[in-house]
């Protein structure tokens, strides 16, 4: 039965429980018959025997991976770079002269001039990381104690995972010296942040776990960001960030008031917190599919899973500029995205993009492990309805892109959206090849072995049209994609060999020496990214390494 305590009292006809309507549960199962005829399925969410809610499994993953995190050793120091560039910010090591591991300085306080070189070393790179808090508010902050609507320094977790990651972007050794402080630091914090009286501990203890769960995977060490995220994951939902602008009343946190948040100062904020609930999302998502595992946030049908509500999330300058109407109210946002029923929240910005696309990911995911090499035909034929509505909201998310030319990247003024746009890009045509892998096993349709390699192509050419925009950083999941999109082409020209070999290629066929051109270009321009980046080094390695052998 629900357990949610509302401001005022409802009346029922409203659609909504009384107080005290909780006292009348007749523990009917699925749903009682209070929260059934109330229309609130979605929140009956009570425990029998050995039942437990979506909140509790949550807090019970957190448990177990906190265990296991204790029998891990402490991380080694990571390698410096073998690479040496001068100092763009003006930062060396002569700067943290006198800030000591056990410094107050090494949480907020650093030298305005360190702090700010830090930071602007941060900034360019933040919307790849997952930062979602609004950057100018958030520098303001950190820079100079206030910044409108946030009046206090950020929390000492926030502040230290923040400086970490300037840190490992950075690209001189001696500032890199301190990264493994900072990483201390930065974990020890996060994990006492919510009992903190910092009046943002909430929201900046989930940013702080982001960016944490990112580093951990950004450098190949898959269990601690997995620990991270799971964290993140508890916390949205604690927090409640799944309901925000919901037409169904809030439910009391299960975890007490420590995670409740009170109504946003103004749209900034509100931004902020459909934001927070989209990015955990999508990394969640992101790195379930690369490690191959079950996400936290695993969206269901079931009437008694989790309901996002929360609205598709804007651009940061659109909630700056208001542009969410104060009336806009929502429900069922990924249950109607994913039934293609149409609502005012159309999500059409490329923050929204993202996270459909993140959503559609997963669901392709779902769909090939039902189905592989040794279904049979007849076995693929109750599929195909399944696969024909994932390819249409496929569709319909790839015409949401301002263009479908890869080398449009060059034309995108910010190199930042410019980055953005390639990555989330690169991730539908993953999503595409992962969703014609079944049936184009052993040659089933040859359409499906068309489109996973003109998908694979458009990746590589992404590659090279964002490296044609200087180098810098991107999402850590990236390289999965590549090493995905490179298999493909590989696989393929190992196709035209052996037709070739037993004289059924016929005249003017494709050439395998064009196709292996392009991967050579592609990880040309992929060496770009992984500058400070183990895991994408490491990836781009690997293609490089096969690309050879061919």
Known sequence: MSSSSHAEERSTSQGYLPRGGACKCDGKRPICSQCDRAGRAED????????????????ENISRLEARIQELQNPAPPASSAIELHQPYGVSSSDFNGIGSNSRYLLQDLPAHLAEALINNFMPHAGQIGFFLNLPRFQASLLNGQAPGRMTRPSCALAAATYLWAIRLSNDRSVKAHEHTYLTRATQQAATALSGQHPDRVMQSIQAEVLLATYFFANGRFFEGKYHVTTAVSMVFSAGLHKIRSSAPQQQSVTGSSTRLPEPKDSIEEGE?????WTVLDLDK???????????????THPLATKVDTPWPLEMDEFEQD????????????????????????????????????ILWERVAVFTRKCNARTSQ????????????????????????????????GRIQSVEMARRYGVVYSILCSAFIRLHAPFAFSGRSESSLRKRLSMARTILELAIGLRG????????????????????????????????????????????????GLVNRATQAMA???????????????????????
């Open 44 to 59: 009956c969410e009570y425990t029998v025997g050995q039942e437990r809610s979506t909140v509790q499994i949550l807090e």
């Open 378 to 409: 007849q076995s693929l034929q109750p599929l195909v309805e399944e696969f024909t509505g994932l390819s249409n909201l496929l569709d319909s998310v790839l015409g949401l892109l301002p263009s479908l030319d890869p080398q449009s990247i």
């Open 528 to 550: 770009g990214f992984t500058m400070n980046i183990p895991l994408t080094s490491f990836q781009v390695a690997k293609i490089q390494e096969t690309s050879q052998l061919n």
């Open 286 to 300: 992101h790195w379930a599919i690369a490690l191959e595992h079950t996400p936290n946030f695993e969206y269901s």
């Open 323 to 358: 542009r969410l109407p104060s009336y806009a109210i929502t429900s069922n946002t990924i249950y109607n995205f994913l039934n293609s029923i149409t609502t005012p929240d159309l999500g059409i910005s490329l923050r929204a993009i993202e996270s459909k696309t993140a």
């Open 469 to 516: 925009r200087g180098v810098g950083y991107l999402n850590p999941i990236i390289g999965t994609v590549w090493i995905e999109a490179s298999q493909v082409v590989f696989d393929e020209v190992s196709r035209i060999r052996s037709m070739r070999t037993s004289g059924t290629l016929l005249p003017g066929g494709p050439d395998e020496r064009v196709m292996l």
């Open 273 to 277: 917190r459909i934001m927070a609930l």
